[in-house]
């Protein structure tokens, strides 16, 4: 038995994490397969391989595929744009914290799906009306997220800077950003994770491409393979893109991993 | 004295009750005059207001009475005349050792070729050179507080305040460091403002020792130290130096003894 907090070897690691892989399909063909669960609501990992095959060469998947990533990057980038100098600006004064911070924490509260009627009856059922909900689901948290990042930046730093002539906007600048950057693009990272769940269900509901379209359609089909090749990609859009930010950021903050 | 840099006139220090409970008092009024070029330990035992007497000087905390003056100015908050040492780690460490030096320089717009100048001849005094691209979470915690004083003068400040700087290093690197620190003050002679709670290295650094006593902190003696520079850590066995330490014990031990309310 290992002993807790122990820690295993790189190649362990790698090996593990595929064999549930293996694990979980090798569970799912038995059932599906070996015939305990009925193909109408289950189709079998053969299937739904098949099904993927010719959603992307008869069908035109990867334009759904292409966009459905960007109104997900589209809304997350509108988000980020504004949430995370909100939320510095939150972080670093405190009345503007006591300004904004009931408001937004109540409007964090708010189910992005919620506002699908309402935004299409607004925005249509176009673009626009896709990417505000990815906004909506985004821009509270992040402001929230970076700004309690941000507030609890250590008092020591922002004391030495302050020793060593830095003004005001100096601090904000050369202090507080840049001690909190890492921790802001960990939060960036996971809220994308959260936008994929907006994008989908705005694609359910008045859309005619996508993902999400897919998946609601195959529905009406009883495509189960369909649908659940459309669930596995965004499983691995998900996992590529926390490859990328994971990478990105340990280029970008090198002083973090020294 | 003529040349007195520093002044610290009636300065007390009240925290206000936590919850309702009673306001603490820190800091008695207190009165300090610091010559140019003194070198002076505040000693004393924790909670005697040692450190909140130092972040006043700093600028990081507001006297509740009384001012402090530096050449004549009153003090309002920090700034980069009063070059800051802390007991933590305070080093940027998204930057590396040689921008660490640099930060307070660059806040006051030295040029580039100008600041890459002073940082090589700092790097060179507090023995970091090979150092300069290393981040400060790859460097012992003796390193880093060299760089830590390597980052306040090169400021070039006015005064230099230490608070317990080497209180977190082990005996031996603090040996180290405080013949390091003095060899500098030594060549230098910037007025130095050191915090510590223990009796020898207050004994080994300074010209005057003040000895701060237990809650509420007031200035109990001030002691000079005519020992000889420049000082060799084997100054610290001599019978002068035992003399002056006995003494020191016995002020501290009575204010320990108080503070911990042994009686």
């Known amino acids: ?258 | 004295m003529s040349n007195t840099i520093l002044q610290i006139d009636n300065v007390s220090r009240v925290f206000p009750g936590v919850r309702g409970g009673a306001p603490v008092r820190a800091l008695e009024p207190t009165n300090l005059q610091v010559g140019q070029n003194d070198f002076i330990t505040i000693l004393g035992p924790s909670g005697c207001g040692k450190s909140t007497l130092l972040r006043i000087v700093a600028g990081l905390d507001r006297p509740s009475n009384g001012r402090v003056l530096l050449n004549g100015r009153e003090i309002k908050g920090p700034g980069a005349d009063r070059g800051m040492v802390f007991q933590s780690y305070t080093l940027f460490p998204w930057l590396t050792i040689a921008e660490n030096i640099a930060y307070g320089l660059r806040e006051k717009g030295v040029p580039k070729a100008q600041r890459q100048e002073i940082v090589a001849s700092y790097t060179e005094k507090v023995g970091l050179r090979g150092f300069e691209n290393h981040y400060p979470k790859q460097l012992s915690g003796g390193m880093q507080q060299r760089t830590a004083i390597a980052r306040a003068l090169a400021n070039d400040p006015e005064i230099l305040l230490l608070d317990e700087p080497f209180g977190a290093l082990d005996n031996q690197t603090r040996g180290l460091m405080q013949e390091l620190l003095l060899g500098i003050w030594e060549r230098e002679r910037k007025t130095v403002l050191f915090v510590t709670h223990d009796i020898e290295e207050a004994i080994f650094l300074a010209s005057r020792v003040i000895v701060m006593s237990a809650r509420p902190g007031r200035i109990k003696a001030d002691i000079p130290v005519d020992l000889p520079h420049p000082r060799h850590y084997r100054m610290k066995t001599t019978p002068e130096f035992s003399a002056l330490k006995a003494q020191l014990t016995e002020e501290i031990r009575v204010e320990a003894m108080q503070a911990e309310g042994v009686h």
């Not at chain 1, 988000?79 to 409007?107: C, D, Q, R």
Request: net charge neutral.
């Open chain 1, 1 to 258: 038995m290992p002993r807790p907090l122990e820690p295993v070897s790189q190649g362990a690691r790698v090996t593990l994490g595929i064999s549930f892989f293996v694990l979980f399909v090798a569970a799912w063909a038995f059932a599906t397969l070996g015939g305990f669960v009925s193909r109408t609501f289950l189709a079998d990992p053969i299937t739904m391989l098949q099904d993927g095959w010719l959603l992307l060469t008869r069908f035109g998947f990867l334009g759904d595929i292409g966009i459905t990533v960007w109104r997900v990057v589209g809304g997350f980038v509108l988000a980020a744009a504004i949430a995370v100098p909100l939320g510095i600006m939150m972080g670093a004064y405190k009345s503007f914290e006591a300004f904004l911070e009931p408001f937004v924490s109540f409007a964090r509260y708010l189910p992005a799906s919620a506002f699908v009627p309402l935004l299409i009856l607004w925005a249509g059922i176009g673009e626009m009306q896709k990417l505000l909900v990815i906004f909506i689901g985004s821009v509270f948290q992040i402001i929230l997220m970076v700004a309690v990042a941000v507030g609890n930046t250590r008092r020591d730093l922002v004391e030495a800077a302050y020793t060593l002539g830095s003004s005001d906007q100096g601090v904000v600048k050369r202090v507080l950003i840049p001690a909190n950057a890492p921790e802001i693009a960990e939060i960036l990272r996971l809220v994308l994770g959260w936008a994929w769940t907006y994008v989908i269900v705005a694609e359910l509901i008045g859309s005619s491409s996508g993902i999400g379209h897919m998946i609601i359609d195959s529905q009406a089909l009883l495509a189960t393979g369909q649908m659940i090749f459309g669930i596995i990609i965004i499983g691995i859009i998900g996992l590529i893109s926390d490859f990328l930010f994971k990478a990105v950021n340990r280029t970008l903050f090198p002083w973090r991993l020294a």
